[in-house]
T-cell receptor, first 112, second 114 residues
């Protein structure tokens, strides 16, 4: 079953912040985040494996609330290069099976 | 890090012909590869799971006789779209189980059937 992402789209000015949410009706054991630029394959951003875990790379970070069955991706002080569609992916089984179901995506547009 | 190479990056073919897409793991052995399809402005949908030396597992609604998957070696999986039609036009992407977990995606193949 696909996770649910929100919002569907967001428009930001450079330097602004945004939050993308990913939730599931089933128990989550890990959450994967990807960003896809137009016409390209998705690029891995990060994976969260444990409830309460938070990770970040530069000014993009994510948290994982296992109990609430949700994860959030935080774009801080956004840059033009952050534009793209962000997908969260969740595995179907409690294992190292990386057969992922992806959310519908959140399109982020960062303007100068 | 682990790299998955996918070829071709784009292909245009005539309706009724077959197209083969290759997915190679360059610096690791991939016992499992995944094939996804993505229509414009939509999410990635898993088509099938390819296991080296055995039959692929197809997701519900995916025709196994139309989308032939071969995973004959630990570094190569192929997807052949047989008797392609315009509705098969899509972005096809492969990925694999990397040695440290997170899946590297191939570059993707944009298929246009005319």
């Amino acid at each position: 079953q696909q996770p649910v992402q929100s919002p569907q789209a967001v428009i930001l000015r450079e330097g602004e912040d945004a939050v993308i949410n990913c939730s599931s009706s089933k128990a989550l054991y890990s959450v994967h985040w990807y960003r896809q630029k137009h016409g390209e394959a998705p690029v891995f951003l990060m994976i969260l494996l444990k409830g309460g875990e938070q990770k970040g790379h530069e000014k993009i970070s994510a948290s994982f609330n296992e109990k609430k069955q949700q994860s959030s991706l935080y774009l801080t002080a956004s840059q033009l290069s952050y534009s793209g569609t962000y997908f969260c992916g969740t595995p179907n089984l409690r294992s190292n099976d990386y057969k992922l179901s992806f959310g519908a995506g959140t399109t982020v547009t960062v303007r100068a | 890090g682990a790299v998955v190479s996918q070829h071709p990056s784009w292909v245009i073919c005539k309706s009724g012909t077959s197209v083969k897409i290759e997915c190679r793991s360059l610096d690791f052995q991939a016992t499992t590869m995944f094939w996804y399809r993505q229509f414009p402005k939509q999410s990635l949908m898993l088509m099938a799971t390819s296991n080296e030396g055995s039959k692929a597992t197809y997701e519900q609604g995916v025709e196994k006789d139309k989308f032939l998957i071969n995973h004959a070696s630990l570094t190569l999986s192929t997807l052949t779209v047989t008797s392609a039609h315009p509705e098969d036009s899509s972005f096809y992407i492969c990925s694999s189980l990397g040695p440290s977990g997170p899946m590297p995606f191939g570059q993707g193949t944009r298929l246009t059937v005319v």
